[in-house]
């Protein structure tokens, strides 16, 4: 399968920012869409951005939309999230997703996963 590996995420104080990134192996990249989802204890895992294989269509869920920059690079199959004003919500731990499927502003994810990485904004 796939192999996805994240890295960036750490600890931040509200209102800075961290760029988060996404290194895939194994599969093809450039024709499909890649994103980020994340988790926060005891809640579900939830969509934070999406964007297409060449880079045309971007999606962002609202609680990030105007923060965060979801962007690729299909030559080096990365993936990257620069998230800035970054507030205590923003709390979670990032994965980064292979395939996801968009429909209007609402994204799923496939199955094709990374580790993940924390993101933790103190106040």
């Known amino acids: 399968q796939v192999q996805l590996v994240e890295s960036g995420g750490g600890l931040v104080q509200a209102g800075g920012s961290l760029r988060l990134s996404c290194a895939a192996s194994g599969r093809s990249f450039s024709n499909v869409n890649m994103g980020w989802f994340r988790q926060a204890p005891g809640k579900e895992r939830e969509f934070a951005a999406v964007?297409?294989?060449?880079?045309?269509?971007?999606y962002y869920a609202d609680s990030v939309k105007g923060r965060f920059t979801i962007s690729r690079d299909n030559a080096k199959n990365m993936v990257y999230l620069q998230m800035n004003s970054l507030k205590p919500e923003d709390t979670a731990v990032y994965y980064c997703?292979?395939?996801?499927?968009?429909?209007?502003?609402?994204?799923?994810?496939?199955?094709?996963w990374g580790q993940g990485t924390q993101v933790t904004v103190s106040s």
């Open positions: 997703n292979l395939g996801p499927g968009c429909s209007g502003n609402m994204c799923r994810p496939s199955n094709y």
């Open positions: 964007i297409s294989g060449n880079s045309g269509t971007l």
